[in-house]
């Protein structure tokens, strides 16, 4: 199956309108996944919610956020309180995403998997994405998989450790506050590695 489930209801900006936006709106998703770094997972996610709402509409409009005059845009994010702790940068990232979807997808996020065969080919093309990296891509991969019905052949495979059946590495992962705590717990297991590692490389003081 490869059409995204309708009336999905999400969890990940753990507020019941932005979730709700979520699981209508593929491109809402796209954009709350974009945003899902240096800040905490739940503002990311509500962002989506919070830029329709300034733009009063129901619904992003790819086309539309194109089009918006790049300071305009800015200004939306930046205001209190602001999206993301990188407003302006992220401004930039959205419209650039929304302008390949308008050049490569007709403005419509759910062309990116409506077609796609494979995990692999809907993997490629989530790392096409401008702000989409690799692991970027693997989460949304799986998020699409496990809770919003887009399983194309081999999408768990595609997505790697996040696409394993209760893997809590990431977003793809939350379904209520009890698998939130699994997932944040992971992240600061691994922060800690990371912390250990780096420590254990630097040269020992005499």
């Given at each position: 199956?490869?059409?995204?489930?309708?009336?999905?209801?999400?969890?990940?900006a753990?507020?019941?309108?932005?979730?709700?936006?979520?699981?209508?709106?593929?491109?809402?998703?796209?954009?709350?996944?974009?945003l899902?770094?240096?800040?905490?997972?739940?503002?990311?996610?509500?962002?989506?919610?919070?830029?329709?709402?300034?733009?009063?509409a129901?619904?992003?409009?790819?086309?539309?956020?194109?089009a918006?005059?790049?300071?305009?845009?800015?200004?939306l994010?930046?205001?209190?309180?602001?999206?993301?702790?990188?407003?302006?940068?992220m401004?930039?990232?959205?419209?650039?995403?929304?302008q390949?979807?308008?050049?490569?997808?007709?403005?419509?996020?759910?062309?990116?998997?409506?077609?796609?065969?494979?995990?692999?080919?809907?993997?490629?093309?989530?790392?096409?994405?401008?702000?989409?990296?690799?692991?970027?891509?693997?989460?949304?991969?799986?998020?699409?998989?496990?809770?919003l019905?887009?399983?194309?052949?081999?999408?768990?495979?595609?997505?790697?450790?996040?696409?394993?059946?209760?893997?809590?590495?990431?977003?793809?992962?939350?379904?209520?506050?009890?698998?939130?705590?699994?997932?944040?717990?992971?992240?600061?297991e691994?922060?800690?590695?990371?912390?250990?590692?780096?420590?254990?490389?630097?040269?020992?003081?005499?």
């Amino acid at each position: 199956m490869s059409d995204m489930d309708d009336h999905v209801t999400l969890h990940l900006a753990q507020h019941p309108e932005a979730d709700e936006l979520l699981g209508r709106s593929p491109l809402a998703a796209l954009v709350g996944m974009l945003l899902d770094q240096q800040v905490p997972m739940e503002w990311a996610f509500a962002g989506p919610y919070t830029i329709a709402q300034r733009l009063n509409a129901a619904d992003l409009d790819a086309h539309e956020i194109a089009a918006y005059d790049p300071e305009d845009f800015a200004t939306l994010l930046s205001t209190k309180p602001a999206v993301h702790r990188y407003p302006g940068s992220m401004a930039k990232r959205i419209q650039q995403l929304c302008q390949y979807l308008v050049d490569h997808y007709e403005g419509d996020a759910t062309a990116l998997w409506q077609d796609a065969d494979t995990g692999e080919e809907l993997l490629q093309r989530l790392n096409d994405l401008p702000g989409f990296g690799k692991q970027k891509a693997q989460i949304f991969l799986a998020l699409l998989g496990k809770q919003l019905g887009v399983r194309p052949r081999g999408w768990q495979e595609a997505a790697g450790d996040y696409g394993a059946p209760e893997a809590y590495r990431s977003v793809a992962d939350i379904t209520g506050p009890d698998s939130l705590h699994k997932v944040r717990a992971h992240k600061q297991e691994l922060k800690a590695e990371a912390k250990a590692a780096k420590a254990a490389k630097e040269p020992k003081s005499k």
